[in-house]
């Protein structure tokens, strides 16, 4: 998926922190809006705005560079960083400028930045040190459910099962064949047949015979690293509270997770 983060964080670099934080997160290009810079959006998956709040909204500036793109049918999140304990209404115009644009917005995040201003000069500031390091992890998981929400498999668990494939479940999406049961997806169709699953795996779900196939669902462990790596979108992992659960007993009362990840059948 590939993502942009446009940003300004003129007064403490509060957002950019955040910014950046989510930007590991999403591979994402990093943009600073201070030199209104021209970028054609139509290669983008997903876009970030982001800037401090400054008179109940977001930086002007931002909401006047947002005002002269073109956002129709992007997906968009929108976040801040603040002085004040609650976030009440402050993404609203912003909000209000990206749908008049055309924009659809899949998640607003905010947290508390530091703050000389006003009446805080008395005390040296408020929100010393925020940013903190919960702060951007918190950014950094925002990021991460956003980019596994637009995941091109997220709906796939709940499509019927059409066929079987050597005790493998087969769904088909259109023209795209998707292999799975219950808890890894590949579409096979889509599949590159790059290997990276089959070699980042450390349970060793996948195998390769004449094309990739998740032969071994049931030891997958949800870390993630096989769908993290994937170049084309193809793995999706059904990450859920009952997986977690099945993984837990799993590894209590059977040694199964660890001959799994003992089998080192990777190429
Ligand atoms: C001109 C100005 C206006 C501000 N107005 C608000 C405000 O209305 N509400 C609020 O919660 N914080 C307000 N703040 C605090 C900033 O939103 C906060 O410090 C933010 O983290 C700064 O981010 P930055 O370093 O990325 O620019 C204001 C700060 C400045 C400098």
Same mark, same amino acid.
């Given at each position: 998926?590939?993502?942009?983060?446009?940003?300004?964080?003129?007064?403490?670099?509060?957002?950019?922190?955040?910014?950046?934080?989510?930007? !590991?997160?999403?591979?994402?290009?990093?943009?600073?809006? !201070?030199?209104?810079?021209?970028?054609?959006?139509?290669?983008? !998956?997903?876009?970030?705005?982001?800037?401090?709040?400054?008179?109940?909204?977001?930086?002007?500036?931002?909401?006047?560079?947002?005002?002269?793109?073109?956002?129709?049918?992007?997906?968009?999140?929108?976040?801040?960083?603040?002085?004040?304990?609650?976030?009440?209404?402050?993404?609203?115009?912003?909000?209000?400028?990206?749908?008049?644009?055309?924009?659809?917005?899949?998640?607003?995040?905010?947290?508390?930045?530091?703050?000389?201003?006003?009446?805080?000069?008395?005390?040296?500031?408020?929100?010393?040190?925020?940013?903190?390091?919960? !702060?951007?992890?918190?950014?950094?998981?925002?990021?991460?459910?956003?980019?596994?929400?637009?995941?091109?498999?997220?709906?796939?668990?709940?499509?019927?099962?059409?066929?079987?494939?050597?005790?493998?479940?087969?769904?088909?999406?259109?023209?795209?064949?998707?292999?799975?049961?219950?808890?890894?997806?590949?579409?096979?169709?889509?599949?590159?047949?790059?290997?990276?699953?089959?070699?980042?795996?450390?349970?060793?779900?996948?195998?390769?015979?004449?094309?990739?196939?998740?032969?071994?669902?049931?030891?997958?462990?949800?870390?993630?690293?096989?769908?993290?790596?994937?170049?084309?979108?193809?793995?999706?992992?059904?990450?859920?509270?009952?997986?977690?659960?099945?993984?837990?007993?799993?590894?209590?009362?059977?040694?199964?997770?660890?001959?799994?990840?003992?089998?080192?059948?990777?190429?």
């Amino acid at each position: 998926m590939k993502s942009i983060i446009f940003y300004r964080s003129s007064y403490k670099g509060n957002t950019l922190k955040i910014a950046q934080s989510m930007s !590991d997160a999403l591979s994402a290009e990093l943009v600073p809006i !201070d030199n209104a810079p021209q970028i054609c959006l139509s290669d983008y !998956d997903l876009i970030g705005f982001g800037s401090a709040i400054n008179f109940a909204a977001h930086d002007i500036q931002l909401q006047r560079y947002v005002s002269g793109l073109n956002l129709k049918g992007k997906n968009i999140f929108v976040f801040s960083t603040r002085c004040r304990p609650f976030l009440g209404a402050y993404h609203k115009p912003l909000r209000k400028i990206i749908e008049r644009k055309g924009g659809k917005i899949v998640g607003e995040f905010s947290c508390r930045g530091f703050d000389r201003t006003g009446p805080w000069v008395v005390m040296d500031g408020y929100n010393k040190s925020r940013p903190d390091e919960r !702060d951007l992890f918190k950014a950094r998981l925002f990021a991460e459910k956003i980019r596994w929400k637009l995941h091109p498999l997220t709906d796939v668990r709940k499509m019927p099962v059409t066929e079987y494939s050597g005790g493998i479940a087969l769904r088909r999406i259109e023209s795209d064949i998707v292999i799975g049961n219950k808890v890894v997806f590949l579409n096979t169709t889509t599949c590159v047949h790059c290997k990276k699953c089959i070699n980042i795996c450390p349970m060793h779900i996948f195998d390769y015979e004449s094309k990739v196939l998740p032969v071994n669902e049931n030891n997958c462990i949800q870390c993630r690293l096989c769908a993290d790596n994937c170049p084309t979108s193809s793995i999706y992992i059904n990450e859920s509270f009952m997986n977690g659960l099945r993984i837990a007993f799993r590894e209590s009362f059977s040694d199964k997770l660890q001959i799994s990840y003992k089998s080192g059948n990777a190429e």
